[in-house]
């Protein structure tokens, strides 16, 4: 069992519950990783204000990796542990994700889930995609459902690896630029 906001996580990766300190980070992220769809500091706060309270419906966490040098450590003396400029954010945030789960009684839904490029394909998003799936489980949902545009066969390619399917599409879901959206749902 791990403690409250601690998810367990592949070796390296560590999660945690995303928090109103983490806003500032996260929407600073926002647009480097979903451009003119990037939502908005406002929109951010909104969503984390369902995640505790009595009417709380979603889940967000924040991954950590827990190399000595942080991921994209530019400077060599910074990525050997000496002060650099990113030396008093030791840990930096490399990826994040949330997940609808209502009542608990239908189908959860993946929200966002997104990795800074020089975290990539080191696990980040399929630790985070574990946890996700495991606190739709826990809520008592049936199902996780997701849209991801048509040409993002990377991020259908993390799903497909953790048991989703395509469904079915959806016209011009997407408007920056606009693209079909592939639904996709893997039962729980
Ligand atoms: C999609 C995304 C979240 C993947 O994050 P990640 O941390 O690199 O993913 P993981 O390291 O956990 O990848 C696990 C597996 O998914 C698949 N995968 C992930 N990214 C892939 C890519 N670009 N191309 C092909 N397969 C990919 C691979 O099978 C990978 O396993 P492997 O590295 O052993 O081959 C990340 O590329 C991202 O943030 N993209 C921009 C935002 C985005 O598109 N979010 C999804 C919105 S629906």
């Known amino acids: 069992m791990n403690p409250p906001g601690q998810e367990a996580a592949a070796v390296g990766v560590r999660l945690r519950t995303m928090t109103p ?4 980070v996260v929407s600073r992220l926002e647009p480097e990783l979903f451009g003119a769809e990037a939502w908005s500091p406002a929109t951010l706060a909104a969503e984390l204000d369902r995640t505790t ?13 827990e190399d000595a040098a942080p991921a994209g450590a530019a400077d060599p003396q910074e990525a050997a542990g000496a002060p650099g400029p990113g030396a ?16 608990g009684r239908g189908d959860a839904d993946l929200l966002t889930i997104a990795t ?24 008592g949902c049936r199902a996780v459902l997701l849209e991801v545009r048509a040409s993002n066969e990377g991020a259908q390619r993390l799903y497909a690896t953790h048991g989703f399917k395509a469904i079915g599409r959806r016209r011009r879901y997407y408007l920056a630029p606009v693209e079909d959206a592939i639904v996709m749902r893997r039962p729980l």
């Open 88 to 103: 008093a954010d030791a840990e930096p945030i490399v990826g994040y994700a949330g997940l609808w789960y209502g009542d």
């Open 21 to 24: 300190h983490d806003l500032e």
């Open 116 to 139: 800074i490029p020089a975290a990539r394909r080191r696990g980040v998003a399929t630790a985070l995609l574990n946890a996700l799936l495991t606190a739709a489980a826990d809520a």
């Open 53 to 65: 309270g009595p009417g709380a419906d979603r889940a967000y966490l924040v991954a950590h990796l």
